[in-house]
């Protein structure tokens, strides 16, 4: 309905529009804070250019980019990625308006090193790839005219952690790069990185709870001025709550310290992962006469407490709380660590969509982004500095250490997620492997122990509020020396079932752990196992890198974590499949341990975690989409079963193909297996659960009673019995050596696990299986190519007469290669020796002495192609050793005439 405006409403109405447009336009917008981004128009050259300094620098030649960058996109088919110095230039012409300003240049994050020019001179250097900084540029910069800024980045410095690690140190600009512009009176913007405002909540309870604000306030200018601090805060509504004044008067150049506390605040609204509460904290710096604003901030406060317990694990809030996390590594194959912001707030949605309450951000400081997201969607954190493996004596590594932890708190501390601060990882590790004797380890230890209390002491300067933690790998040397009563809290990295021992290893080691130090809150803070979408396994074993082997294995520990009381909880390790240049194994420069690909499609692991987290909502996964090209070895006509795993949180699944129900299945640890009949070529399985609606009240609009999945398969059966009908179009491949099926994705063709032969069907003689994780260059089927059978005797088919193609794939792997750091309790089986063979084939010489070491060189693909003229009813290969071994990696079969 709409009502006319008499004439003096209408007057009213004038005046107060007037008002509200003179309020926007004549409050001096320009006299607050302004921020914004210098992303763009960015020259950039690898290498070292010391010239590029210089304002009058041409640097016109150099590429154009822009932020954020890395320029070690190389790392993903490098081993030894770029390691070394980046130069990135860019004007900066100053608005009007910024005339009497202070302004501050802030660098996100640039890797590892940064020394800063502005036209020509050198304005100060930032140690640190992980952590932020902010310089006052005001005084090297002239109005009215470019400006060049010129910035030299190195990532090959050995005085900054990290130095050791199993991920790429990416170098580069690869956060955002701002400019912010303040009046001369303004908060202390060049705090270690962090704006200078410093919130937490000393008191908190369900009654009650105060915020108490730290914070520094300057004067920039020759006169005193009176100014107000105004504290407001509001509640999660938005609606104001409290507001705080306080008169100011402050001298030329004076910095002048506050710290205030809110009255009370009666039954705070909570915060929680599952009700992420934030209230927000406004802090305004005025002028006492105009009321003008100069400065101001806005951050958001939660309000919660914590403990950890050595015997019954984590409390929040009060209540026994078990951490559901995952340990979260930065890049994106393939653009590396120059992630957008949305990329990494989707990074959060996808775990937080997972279940997950609790990030482990590993093993570094992360985009500030990532924090924020933290606090909102509801994950408690842990943040960490890049320490690993060793520390190291070159002089000042412990300064640049010391630095970047206080760096992280400062910049980090506001965030009501963040639970802990960690600063070691496996520090143990490579040290124990450098130094071999007692005598060289011991100073070793010192140096890690000493520089531990630094740290140690540093951390309760910075922050009493939260705990400290430290994360280890298996083993007990880190009590025996004493490394694991400096934290508050334990991490323990545990891998038994993938790097050595077996599952069963994992429970037993936390129990021991708890027997001999039962006061240690303990989190598992790594446990994973690699998998590759392109191996499959009936019966995976660990370092297949099946994808049913990492399903195993998480079923083993998750179950493990959540049904102790005494572990707080655990990260999987890694939310990602991350850039390792130095990895090898089934994807060479990446460590496939993730619960998501690289470009984040979820493996369907993360629908195990998703079953076993969310109450709120009913999961149904059919947990093969990770393996829809599916073969399997057909006896006459009869269907193949083959196991079709369910990850759900219902108890019972019911499973159909092609329309017929296989029964109901009881769910247990959130999963269940189906043998399907196999037959048709491309079979449609669906899958479909009963809930009750209350399991499931915290989703109120979910309406429905059953909930389904369906997923299309393609499936190649391949007989038993070989004839010339059902050979004819088939190509048989072998993945000789190994009980995984392989499917290539340049080819999309499916590898067979091998079989021994037996009459009528294929199969090898003889011989066992051996397989490496080194890198197999000259493919990318490098899984193909990394099992083998060695001593092997023969290979059979029976097929009838014909003419074939019969292709052999080989690589010798028998070199002794170093063993990376990271693969724990291996020792390389390899050792040297040149190997070369005869073959035969049905009695004819095919090669008289074969040596693929020598043909393509010791880990290098080799595959050849015969044609053959069968007259048998067989093809019986013989392999004899002429030298060292006889070997087969692969092979394949294809009837050429009909
Ligand atoms: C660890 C390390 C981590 C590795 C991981 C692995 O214990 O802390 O940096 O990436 O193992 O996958 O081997
Ligand atoms: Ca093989």
């Given at each position: 309905?709409?009502?006319?405006?008499?004439?003096?409403?209408?007057?009213?109405?004038?005046?107060?529009?007037?008002?509200?447009?003179?309020?926007?336009?004549?409050?001096?917008?320009?006299a607050q804070r302004e921020t914004?981004?210098?992303?763009?128009?960015?020259?950039?050259?690898?290498?070292?250019?010391?010239?590029?300094?210089?304002?009058?620098?041409?640097?016109?030649?150099?590429?154009?980019?822009?932020?954020?960058?890395?320029?070690?996109?190389?790392?993903?088919?490098?081993?030894?990625?770029?390691?070394?110095?980046?130069?990135?230039?860019?004007?900066?012409?100053?608005?009007?308006?910024?005339?009497?300003k202070?302004?501050?240049?802030?660098?996100?994050?640039?890797?590892?090193?940064?020394?800063?020019?502005?036209?020509?001179?050198?304005?100060?250097?930032?140690?640190?790839?992980?952590?932020?900084?902010?310089?006052?540029?005001?005084?090297?910069?002239?109005?009215?005219?470019?400006?060049?800024?010129?910035?030299?980045?190195?990532?090959?410095?050995?005085?900054?952690?990290?130095?050791?690690?199993?991920?790429?140190?990416?170098?580069?600009?690869?956060?955002?790069?701002?400019?912010t512009a303040v009046p001369?009176?303004h908060f202390?913007l060049?705090?270690?990185?962090?704006?200078?405002?410093?919130?937490?909540?000393?008191?908190?309870?369900?009654?009650?709870?105060?915020?108490?604000?730290?914070?520094?306030?300057?004067?920039?200018?020759?006169?005193?001025?009176?100014?107000?601090?105004?504290?407001?805060?509001?509640?999660?509504?938005?609606?104001?709550?409290?507001?705080?004044?306080?008169?100011?008067?402050?001298?030329?150049?004076?910095?002048?310290?506050?710290?205030?506390?809110?009255?009370?605040?009666?039954?705070?609204?909570?915060?929680?992962?599952?009700?992420?509460?934030?209230?927000?904290?406004?802090?305004?710096?005025?002028?006492?006469?105009?009321?003008?604003v100069l400065d101001q901030s806005?951050?958001?406060?939660?309000?919660?407490?914590?403990?950890?317990?050595?015997?019954?694990?984590?409390?929040?809030?009060?209540?026994?709380?078990?951490?559901?996390?995952?340990?979260?590594?930065?890049?994106?194959?393939?653009?590396?660590?120059?992630?957008?912001?949305?990329?990494?707030?989707?990074?959060?949605?996808?775990?937080?969509?997972?279940?997950?309450?609790?990030?482990?951000?590993?093993?570094?400081?992360?985009?500030?982004?990532?924090?924020?997201?933290?606090?909102?969607?509801?994950?408690?954190?842990?943040?960490?500095?890049?320490?690993?493996?060793?520390?190291?004596?070159?002089?000042?590594?412990?300064?640049?250490?010391?630095?970047?932890?206080?760096?992280?708190?400062?910049?980090?501390?506001?965030?009501?997620?963040?639970?802990?601060?960690?600063?070691?990882?496996?520090?143990?590790?490579?040290?124990?492997?450098?130094?071999?004797?007692?005598?060289?380890?011991?100073?070793?230890?010192?140096?890690?122990?000493?520089?531990?209390?630094?740290?140690?002491?540093?951390?309760?300067?910075?922050?009493?509020?939260?705990?400290?933690?430290?994360?280890?790998?298996?083993?007990?040397?880190?009590?025996?020396?004493?490394?694991?009563?400096?934290?508050?809290?334990?991490?323990?990295?545990?891998?038994?079932?993938?790097?050595?021992?077996?599952?069963?290893?994992?429970?037993?080691?936390?129990?021991?752990?708890?027997?001999?130090?039962?006061?240690?809150?303990?989190?598992?803070?790594?446990?994973?196992?690699?998998?590759?979408?392109?191996?499959?396994?009936?019966?995976?074993?660990?370092?297949?890198?099946?994808?049913?082997?990492?399903?195993?294995?998480?079923?083993?520990?998750?179950?493990?974590?959540?049904?102790?009381?005494?572990?707080?909880?655990?990260?999987?390790?890694?939310?990602?499949?991350?850039?390792?240049?130095?990895?090898?194994?089934?994807?060479?420069?990446?460590?496939?341990?993730?619960?998501?690909?690289?470009?984040?499609?979820?493996?369907?692991?993360?629908?195990?975690?998703?079953?076993?987290?969310?109450?709120?909502?009913?999961?149904?996964?059919?947990?093969?989409?990770?393996?829809?090209?599916?073969?399997?070895?057909?006896?006459?006509?009869?269907?193949?079963?083959?196991?079709?795993?369910?990850?759900?949180?219902?108890?019972?699944?019911?499973?159909?193909?092609?329309?017929?129900?296989?029964?109901?299945?009881?769910?247990?640890?959130?999963?269940?297996?189906?043998?399907?009949?196999?037959?048709?070529?491309?079979?449609?399985?669906?899958?479909?659960?009963?809930?009750?609606?209350?399991?499931?009240?915290?989703?109120?609009?979910?309406?429905?009673?059953?909930?389904?999945?369906?997923?299309?398969?393609?499936?190649?059966?391949?007989?038993?019995?070989?004839?010339?009908?059902?050979?004819?179009?088939?190509?048989?491949?072998?993945?000789?050596?190994?009980?995984?099926?392989?499917?290539?994705?340049?080819?999309?063709?499916?590898?067979?696990?091998?079989?021994?032969?037996?009459?009528?069907?294929?199969?090898?003689?003889?011989?066992?299986?051996?397989?490496?994780?080194?890198?197999?260059?000259?493919?990318?089927?490098?899984?193909?190519?990394?099992?083998?059978?060695?001593?092997?005797?023969?290979?059979?088919?029976?097929?009838?007469?014909?003419?074939?193609?019969?292709?052999?794939?080989?690589?010798?792997?028998?070199?002794?290669?170093?063993?990376?750091?990271?693969?724990?309790?291996?020792?390389?089986?390899?050792?040297?020796?040149?190997?070369?063979?005869?073959?035969?084939?049905?009695?004819?010489?095919?090669?008289?002495?074969?040596?693929?070491?020598?043909?393509?060189?010791?880990?290098?693909?080799?595959?050849?192609?015969?044609?053959?003229?069968?007259?048998?009813?067989?093809?019986?290969?013989?392999?004899?050793?002429?030298?060292?071994?006889?070997?087969?990696?692969?092979?394949?079969?294809?009837?050429?005439?009909?």
């Amino acid at each position: 309905m709409k009502k006319d405006i008499n004439a003096s409403q209408q007057k009213v109405f004038q005046w107060v529009v007037a008002t509200a447009l003179s309020l926007f336009i004549l409050s001096p917008l320009h006299a607050q804070r302004e921020t914004r981004t210098i992303n763009d128009s960015w020259k950039f050259l690898k290498g070292e250019c010391t010239a590029a300094s210089d304002s009058a620098f041409n640097d016109k030649e150099w590429s154009d980019i822009h932020l954020p960058h890395t320029w070690n996109t190389d790392s993903y088919t490098e081993k030894d990625y770029y390691r070394g110095t980046g130069w990135y230039r860019r004007q900066i012409t100053l608005p009007q308006n910024w005339k009497e300003k202070q302004i501050f240049l802030r660098l996100d994050a640039a890797s590892k090193a940064a020394t800063i020019y502005i036209n020509g001179k050198n304005i100060g250097e930032h140690t640190g790839g992980y952590t932020a900084c902010t310089f006052n540029i005001t005084s090297f910069l002239t109005p009215n005219k470019p400006n060049t800024l010129a910035i030299r980045v190195d990532n090959a410095r050995m005085d900054i952690p990290p130095i050791s690690g199993d991920f790429t140190f990416f170098g580069g600009i690869y956060r955002d790069v701002w400019l912010t512009a303040v009046p001369a009176q303004h908060f202390n913007l060049t705090n270690h990185g962090s704006d200078g405002i410093f919130i937490s909540t000393p008191q908190v309870s369900e009654e009650q709870a105060t915020i108490s604000i730290r914070g520094e306030i300057k004067n920039d200018a020759p006169v005193k001025t009176a100014l107000e601090l105004i504290h407001s805060i509001y509640k999660p509504d938005g609606t104001l709550l409290q507001t705080l004044k306080k008169p100011l008067q402050l001298k030329p150049g004076e910095t002048y310290a506050f710290h205030n506390e809110t009255s009370p605040i009666l039954h705070p609204q909570l915060w929680t992962p599952e009700t992420p509460n934030l209230y927000r904290v406004e802090t305004t710096l005025r002028d006492k006469k105009t009321k003008a604003v100069l400065d101001q901030s806005n951050h958001h406060t939660g309000f919660r407490w914590f403990r950890f317990d050595g015997k019954s694990g984590f409390f929040l809030n009060g209540k026994p709380y078990k951490l559901h996390g995952i340990c979260r590594h930065q890049d994106q194959k393939p653009i590396g660590v120059a992630l957008t912001d949305e990329m990494h707030r989707r990074d959060m949605k996808l775990m937080k969509e997972m279940g997950a309450n609790f990030i482990r951000i590993s093993h570094y400081p992360q985009d500030d982004a990532i924090l924020e997201m933290c606090d909102k969607l509801g994950m408690l954190a842990w943040e960490e500095i890049p320490i690993i493996d060793i520390v190291p004596e070159t002089s000042g590594y412990g300064d640049n250490c010391e630095r970047n932890l206080r760096e992280m708190i400062r910049q980090h501390y506001n965030h009501p997620s963040i639970i802990t601060w960690g600063y070691m990882n496996e520090i143990l590790l490579v040290t124990q492997r450098t130094y071999k004797t007692e005598a060289e380890l011991k100073p070793a230890i010192e140096r890690t122990l000493a520089l531990a209390g630094r740290l140690e002491k540093v951390l309760k300067e910075e922050d009493t509020t939260r705990v400290s933690t430290m994360a280890f790998h298996g083993s007990n040397s880190y009590n025996q020396t004493g490394i694991s009563k400096v934290t508050d809290i334990v991490g323990w990295n545990l891998y038994q079932g993938w790097y050595g021992g077996d599952l069963t290893g994992f429970e037993k080691f936390l129990e021991e752990q708890h027997r001999d130090y039962p006061t240690h809150p303990m989190i598992v803070s790594e446990y994973g196992a690699g998998s590759d979408k392109r191996l499959h396994s009936l019966t995976p074993r660990a370092f297949d890198f099946s994808i049913e082997y990492q399903q195993k294995y998480l079923e083993h520990y998750l179950p493990v974590i959540e049904e102790t009381p005494y572990i707080c909880g655990g990260t999987h390790w890694n939310f990602i499949d991350f850039g390792s240049a130095l990895r090898d194994e089934s994807m060479p420069r990446i460590n496939n341990k993730g619960l998501v690909y690289a470009d984040r499609t979820p493996k369907d692991v993360y629908y195990y975690y998703q079953a076993a987290w969310r109450k709120d909502i009913p999961v149904l996964h059919i947990a093969s989409r990770d393996w829809t090209y599916r073969t399997g070895i057909q006896k006459g006509n009869a269907p193949v079963l083959l196991p079709v795993k369910i990850y759900s949180n219902l108890p019972e699944v019911e499973l159909f193909i092609d329309g017929k129900s296989l029964g109901k299945k009881r769910v247990e640890n959130y999963t269940v297996t189906f043998e399907v009949p196999f037959s048709s070529k491309e079979p449609f399985l669906f899958a479909q659960g009963d809930y009750q609606m209350k399991a499931f009240c915290a989703q109120e609009n979910f309406q429905g009673t059953s909930v389904q999945d369906g997923l299309g398969v393609h499936f190649t059966p391949i007989p038993a019995q070989l004839d010339a009908r059902n050979l004819k179009d088939m190509e048989l491949a072998i993945n000789v050596g190994s009980k995984c099926f392989f499917t290539s994705d340049e080819s999309g063709l499916t590898w067979l696990p091998d079989q021994p032969y037996t009459a009528g069907s294929w199969g090898y003689i003889g011989g066992k299986e051996q397989d490496t994780k080194a890198e197999i260059h000259n493919t990318a089927d490098g899984p193909l190519f990394q099992t083998l059978r060695n001593d092997l005797e023969g290979y059979r088919f029976d097929v009838p007469k014909g003419v074939y193609e019969i292709e052999l794939l080989f690589t010798d792997i028998f070199r002794q290669n170093a063993t990376a750091a990271y693969l724990l309790d291996r020792n390389g089986q390899q050792e040297n020796r040149e190997n070369a063979f005869s073959i035969s084939i049905n009695g004819k010489v095919l090669e008289e002495s074969i040596s693929p070491c020598k043909e393509s060189g010791y880990f290098h693909a080799l595959r050849k192609k015969y044609y053959i003229t069968n007259e048998q009813e067989y093809i019986d290969l013989r392999f004899q050793a002429t030298s060292g071994t006889c070997f087969l990696n692969g092979i394949k079969l294809r009837k050429y005439t009909n």
